[in-house]
């Protein structure tokens, strides 16, 4: 007789798709997904990106068509970034909190248009500054942390009094989720959730989002180093997430995505916290460009990208290829 070698083969549940799609630990579902949108002034107006085929920046009547399509679909949210015109700009960023400013206007277009999304709305002030960074600047240029954080109470208040469901600060300074937290609380905005980037690599992925927002001149060759998190620190990531809990903080992102899906997993080990991670602009551009050269397939790194991302604990992931993926889902 022969020998029953070996009592275990792991290819039995590899054998074919049924058995495959059962025992599968993890999926890629609709309600994942997030799409970032890019608002510029005017009517009927769209632009394209160079360095993010098939992304534009949209007028907010274009935008509502886009949203209103693709929540047909399954959206379930927006992210929503500004990209305003170089007069508007200043050093002090004021712009952002003009109750009839385009992300403002944006928003509560949106809300009144498309119903049962979720809004989430940057607060930051990198569109906004002539100089680009996150934050405003001293006479030495360095970037004042709690100044700073008085404009991005104002922003985060007028954008949550135009209606947006989530907040989500990404400028990385200390202390900002307490004070965007309580003054929520004082106007009584206690239903807005605030979507913490508060594990946010000083990463050299985000070019074609400057691009897109039209920052990239402004900021030239200074970077972000001073508040953005180095990208040799694990452990520093642990801190930042308690400090924005106990802050007040109902989501935590990481970002950007695929680079650090070791984050993503610790963070998901140690706290019972929603997380939020984003494909960023450089890691859509890096698909595109080996997608256009036919080197890789686009759809099936896609999928598997934003695969890596659930598996390694995020809730939903924020991605330009949002749009892509649903129809693909349909
Ligand atoms: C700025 C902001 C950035 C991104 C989201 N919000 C860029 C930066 O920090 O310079 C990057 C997103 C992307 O690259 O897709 N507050």
């Known amino acids: ?84 015109s170089e007069r508007n700009k200043d050093n002090n960023g004021s712009e952002s909190y ?9 928003i509560s277009h949106i809300k009144k248009a498309v119903k049962d999304i979720a809004i989430i709305s940057d607060v930051a002030l990198d569109p906004y500054t002539k100089h680009g960074q996150d934050g ?41 989720i307490k004070a965007i937290r309580s003054s929520l ?4 905005f206690f239903d807005t959730k605030i979507l913490s980037y508060a594990v946010k690599y000083s990463s050299n992925f985000y070019g074609p989002f400057r691009d897109a927002v039209k920052s990239s001149k402004n900021i030239g060759t200074a970077n972000k180093d001073t508040y953005q998190m180095d990208y040799g620190n694990e452990s520093e990531s642990i801190r930042e997430v308690e400090l924005d809990l106990s802050e007040g ?8 995505g695929m680079p650090y899906l070791d984050i993503i997993k610790k963070i998901n080990d140690q706290f019972n916290v ?13 698909i595109k460009a080996v997608s256009q050269k036919n080197w890789l397939d686009e759809k099936k790194i896609v999928m598997e990208s934003l695969l890596s991302m659930k598996r390694a604990g995020a809730n939903a992931i924020l991605t330009y290829f949002a749009k892509d993926v649903l129809a693909w889902l349909k």
């Open 98 to 106: 003009n109750a009839d400013g385009l992300m403002q206007k944006a």
């Open 1 to 84: 007789m022969k020998k029953s070698f070996p009592n275990i083969r792991m290819r039995r549940l590899r054998a074919n798709n049924p058995i495959r799609n059962l025992v599968r630990e993890n999926n890629l579902f609709k309600y994942d997904l997030i799409q970032p949108i890019f608002i510029i002034d005017g009517k009927n107006k769209i632009e394209k990106i160079t360095s993010m085929p098939n992304i534009y920046r949209m007028s907010i009547d274009i935008a509502i068509k886009e949203i209103k399509a693709l929540h047909k679909i399954g959206l379930q949210g927006v992210a929503l970034f500004p990209c305003i």
């Open 249 to 256: 903080a109902d989501i935590i992102m990481v970002k950007p």
């Open 274 to 286: 929603p997380i939020f991670a984003y494909q960023v602009s450089g890691e859509y551009a890096m």
């Open 185 to 188: 609380e004082k106007n009584s």
């Open 136 to 176: 405003i600047l001293d006479s030495k240029k360095n970037i004042v942390n709690d100044e700073t954080i008085e404009i991005l109470v104002k922003q985060a208040l007028s954008h949550a009094e135009a209606g947006a469901d989530i907040v989500a600060p990404s400028d990385m300074m200390d202390g900002r």
